[in-house]
């Protein structure tokens, strides 16, 4: 909660004391979901060599994990190389959790873990991070149309994320809509990082208020803001 309302200090804080207590309990699950999620509020701050040292040792910590779980890692992992530009690392991690989640759904599902909307949504940054635009937005899109419908904070926040990609790559008109959903869930959460791609569509469109759709979207903005 702490990480979502950008609170990183506290968050950081947070995730020392549960690994703490993990480590105390002997509980190698939450250990390395910890690690985790530490991983990804640096790469969240764009710090790559952290993001990745984090991701690593959270694999290593659990060499007893499940496909789901080892797809969960592996992901992430693949992230935080792409941040870092270690391309073949980045691309071995993505083959490698594609393949753990193949074998993770061929098994019984956990509702709410990893699954292949998750998997999307990383190959997606993995793609992003090397420059491949196109194929960003493509993982992205599937990532969306097979998101479970409760998560809607993820879902403003990653519906935000390929607006603002499809805007950067030209495409406008999808653009607009796909902000246009966005912002029909947006009053319904509260997340400081579903706020930084509120403001990031702001500021995107500012430049182009001359287009009736950013035009239309900006109109639109003035009650929330």
């Not at 499940?66 to 890692?73: D, H, K, S, V």
């Amino acid at each position: 909660m702490a990480m979502d309302e950008r609170l990183d200090g506290l968050a950081s804080r947070y995730y020392v004391k549960a690994l703490e207590l993990a480590r105390i309990a002997g509980d190698e699950l939450t250990f390395c979901t910890t690690l985790r999620g530490m991983s990804v509020m640096h790469g969240d701050l764009g710090d790559g060599p952290t993001a990745s040292r984090l991701a690593q040792s959270a694999s290593a910590a659990s060499p007893k994990a499940g496909p789901r779980m080892r797809a969960f890692l592996a992901g992430q992992e693949a992230h935080a190389a792409a941040i870092t530009g270690d391309r073949s690392l980045a691309l071995l991690r993505i083959k490698q959790a594609e393949a753990a989640m193949e074998k993770a759904e061929s098994q019984a599902k956990a509702l709410g873990s990893y699954d292949p909307s998750a998997l999307h949504y990383h190959i997606s940054q993995v793609r992003y991070e090397l420059g491949d635009m196109a194929g960003a937005i493509e993982s992205m899109q599937q990532s969306h149309q097979i998101r479970e419908p409760a998560f809607r904070r993820t879902r403003v926040r990653y519906g935000g994320m390929l607006a603002e990609r499809k805007f950067k790559a030209g495409r406008f008109e999808e653009a607009f809509a796909d902000w246009h959903r966005m912002l029909d869930e947006y009053p319904l959460i509260q997340s400081g990082r579903a706020d930084d791609r509120f403001r990031e569509m702001k500021t995107l469109i500012q430049p182009y208020l001359g287009n009736r759709g950013a035009r239309e979207l900006h109109e639109r903005t003035m009650p929330v803001s």
